[in-house]
């Protein structure tokens, strides 16, 4: 705790000029591929570095074991300051055992759902539990797994996921009517009894039904079998790089909020880099795929991941009209902290009145719903 507190102390005291200078750096330091700017390698070595403040940025994006990999894979860790090394090493280590760990939970799960007929799609971060995956997915942070599984068979997997030892995770679930459940695009977060490992049941891949629709009619998927002759889906790359934008900027609201989501943006662009390096990446098809509404949204993610992290922008992609703007109205969000509050505060108002309902059936089954829920946004604004 005291450690989190000197850290918190740590950013308060940055200026906007130094947080927008260690998020460039970060973003170069992560960029994909193995070559980098002919002067990184000098202020990795500078004696003026904040690495208290760089590591700080890394770890609230969830990206410190990426950062060690990205400068293993282009030869610069050895240019860190010793105890640099050390605390990414160390992150990077640990981050791999809970990897394992999640991984030998994962073929168990699917191991209890093959035995009931299912095969469930893995998505987001439990695909970076399989083989022959983008280069450091391995230092992927990874919060649960998500399986998709047949909405007409998720009660029974979830059944099965009960007999193997793990448990409904939502101390609120008996207020829920199940109709309100029923419209939800996964169920119950489910937690494993005694190791801290937690599953999504999914009914759909994303939540805004539209979004789901067109995406799921033309998803295609691969099965993957586990040496444990387990056996799951794994969705073609061209679902994975569009539930990742969708994921991100529509449903978590990240695109209203106007915030970088470092993790999924920096695996965002692997997946692309790999994409085009293994097989050809059509942007035509990635548009066909997405309703219009959702193509601006695609050229503005692309737009963020060539500038923080050197993705290629395709030649065959439309420009943003105001991409300039665009950008630098990122980098003020990000790098202050009244800027973040405006647009989350906006984005907060313009979801309200769809779920005023809500509110009020929440209001009068779970009165103590309110006041945690405002601790819980006071608490984050603060930050």
């Not at 070559?35 to 500078?46: E, Q, V």
């Not at 539990?129 to 007409?152: H, K, M, S």
């Amino acid at each position: 705790m005291r450690i989190l507190t000197r850290l918190s102390a740590v950013l308060s005291r940055q200026s906007a000029q130094q947080r927008a200078i260690h998020l460039a750096l970060l973003g170069e330091c992560l960029a994909v591929g193995d070559t980098y700017a002919d002067d990184l390698p000098a202020r990795l070595k500078s004696e003026t570095l904040d690495w208290q403040g760089l590591c700080w940025l890394a770890g609230s994006g969830l990206v410190t074991p990426a950062l060690a990999g990205a400068l293993q894979r282009k030869g610069l860790f050895t240019l860190l300051p010793e105890d640099v090394q050390e605390v990414l090493s160390t992150i990077q280590s640990l981050n791999r055992e809970r990897n394992q760990m999640l991984g030998a939970q994962l073929i168990n799960i699917s191991q209890a759902l093959n035995q009931i007929g299912i095969q469930p799609v893995l998505l987001k971060g439990a695909i970076a539990l399989t083989a022959n995956q983008y280069p450091g997915a391995e230092d992927r942070v990874i919060g649960d797994l998500d399986l998709l599984v047949p909405d007409e068979h998720h009660e029974a997997a979830t059944v099965a996921l009960l007999q193997i030892g793990y448990q409904v995770h939502d101390k609120n679930s008996q207020w829920v009517l199940p109709s309100h459940l029923k419209n939800h695009h996964h169920g119950f977060p489910m937690m494993h009894q005694s190791l801290p490992v937690k599953v999504e049941l999914h009914r759909r891949i994303l939540h805004h039904q539209g979004d789901d629709a067109l995406l799921s009619e033309v998803m295609i998927t691969e099965a993957y079998l586990f040496a444990e002759n387990a056996t799951v889906q794994i969705p073609d790359m061209a679902t994975r790089i569009l539930h990742n934008m969708l994921h991100s900027q529509i449903s978590d609201h990240q695109r209203a909020k106007k915030v970088i989501n470092l993790r999924q943006l920096l695996e965002f662009s692997a997946l692309t880099q790999h994409y085009r390096e293994t097989s050809a990446l059509s942007i035509p098809d990635l548009l066909n795929r997405l309703r219009p509404p959702r193509r601006v949204v695609l050229v503005e993610y692309w737009t963020q991941a060539a500038y923080w992290f050197k993705t290629p922008y395709p030649d065959d992609l439309p420009r943003g009209v105001f991409e300039a703007q665009y950008l630098w109205l990122l980098r003020k969000v990000a790098t202050q902290p009244g800027w973040h509050r405006v647009f989350a505060s906006l984005n907060w108002l313009s979801i309200l009145p769809g779920r005023l309902p809500n509110l009020f059936k929440k209001l009068w089954l779970m009165p103590g719903y309110f006041p945690v829920k405002v601790k819980a946004v006071l608490k984050g604004q603060s930050t």
